[in-house]
């Protein structure tokens, strides 16, 4: 059980705590020179990306998220307006080492981009140069004022749900107590994510931001995590109650299945390219959950349509942009292809090709 003083002891380590929900600092990574030099850190400099510097990838498990068979899609789609292109990644921004290396198909892509846009650029020096920003944007919407608490915005039974909840994770409920749902939600959800040997250091937005850092791309936000820590505060007490319930429960039961870790069946979904098969677990969730169709409402469907309009304007533009947003920003009717398709758009869901060999 994990100590109580590692939870949220005052507001530094509140900021602490979201910075982890949101970004995952990069581990130290290995990097392999064409001579098999050696050189390890959390990024690579551009002096030795220039020499042939590479990601040593790791063995084993590599790759074992992907069907045996390779003829299947990639989660990446090829947007064409009259004048230009953009490819559209869906994301996991977290994972662990099976989803690498990636398919031939996206990296050739990124490769092939000028420019990244991801949701919110999430690499650790962005997050320093913006540190004031995002504490003040936090103390106004995660945390309560003094004289205030979470039990005195949700109901007596999903207090105890939490109680609960904090208690297995080993936490101190009254600090928890001074949490907003929505950010309680936040940190619970990633606790049971790392638990489960899953990290942000394995998601796709990082690894595509660190080779943009690596490569000198222009990096472009679709939204920035101010506007996404900020978004929560336009939600009711009741709002965020319910994405709170959400959180403890775990969401994709039904079309998980057989007891199925629901993220791990995300990640294998995402790995064999199945666009239809993570609409239908996103309206499973809503139906199973019809009081939270107000949340995805705004969390989901809202964010598509702001997201599809800033692509758009990519797609308008001299400069080619690759894309990285989540996988269910992407999908279904009112996803962001169906949107960019209703504007005139074409859209083509592009083959995935293995990727070439890689000796230790």
């Not at 995590?225 to 009741?238: A, G, H, P």
């Not at 995300?266 to 139906?287: C, E, F, N, P, Y």
């Not at 409402?297 to 349509?305: A, D, G, Q, T, Y």
């Amino acid at each position: 059980m994990r100590s109580k003083g590692l939870f949220l002891k005052n507001l530094a380590l509140a900021l602490v705590f979201v910075l982890l929900c949101f970004s995952q600092s990069p581990a130290a990574q290995i990097f392999e020179g064409p001579d098999g030099q050696i050189y390890i850190g959390d990024y690579l400099p551009r002096a030795l990306a220039e020499k042939g510097y590479e990601p040593r990838r790791s063995l084993g498990e590599a790759g074992s998220f992907y069907p045996r068979n390779p003829d299947h899609k990639d989660f990446l789609w090829k947007v064409t307006s009259k004048t230009d292109t953009v490819y559209v990644l869906g994301s996991v921004h977290v994972g662990e080492r099976g989803l690498y290396p990636l398919s031939k198909t996206i990296e050739d892509a990124f490769s092939g981009s000028g420019e990244l846009a991801v949701e919110a650029n999430i690499d650790s020096g962005n997050l320093l140069r913006n540190s004031s920003q995002i504490k003040k944007a936090l103390l106004e919407s995660a945390l309560y004022p003094a004289g205030d608490s979470l039990k005195k915005h949700i109901s007596s039974r999903t207090y105890a749900l939490v109680g609960n909840r904090v208690d297995e994770l080993g936490w101190n409920m009254a600090a928890a107590d001074r949490c907003r749902p929505w950010f309680l939600a936040e940190l619970i959800e990633m606790s049971d994510v790392g638990d489960r040997g899953f990290s942000g250091d394995y998601g796709i937005d990082k690894h595509f931001l660190i080779k943009a850092e690596s490569a000198g791309k222009k990096i472009l936000e679709l939204e920035g995590l101010d506007y996404q820590i900020r978004m929560f505060r336009n939600y009711s007490d009741r709002q965020q109650e319910d994405f709170l319930l959400f959180s403890i429960k775990g969401p994709g039961a039904g079309e998980a299945g057989n007891g199925e870790d629901g993220l791990k069946a995300v990640l294998t979904i995402w790995a064999s390219g199945d666009a239809r098969k993570l609409a239908r677990m996103i309206d499973g969730d809503i139906r199973q959950h019809p009081d939270l169709r107000p949340v995805f409402e705004k969390f989901l469907f809202e964010r598509n349509r702001n997201m599809a309009a800033k692509i758009e304007k990519y797609l308008e533009a001299n400069e080619r942009v690759f894309v990285v947003v989540g996988a269910a920003h992407v999908v279904g009717e009112r996803g962001i292809i169906s949107l960019l398709e209703k504007k005139g758009y074409k859209a083509r869901q592009m083959e995935f090709q293995p990727p070439a060999p890689v000796s230790d």
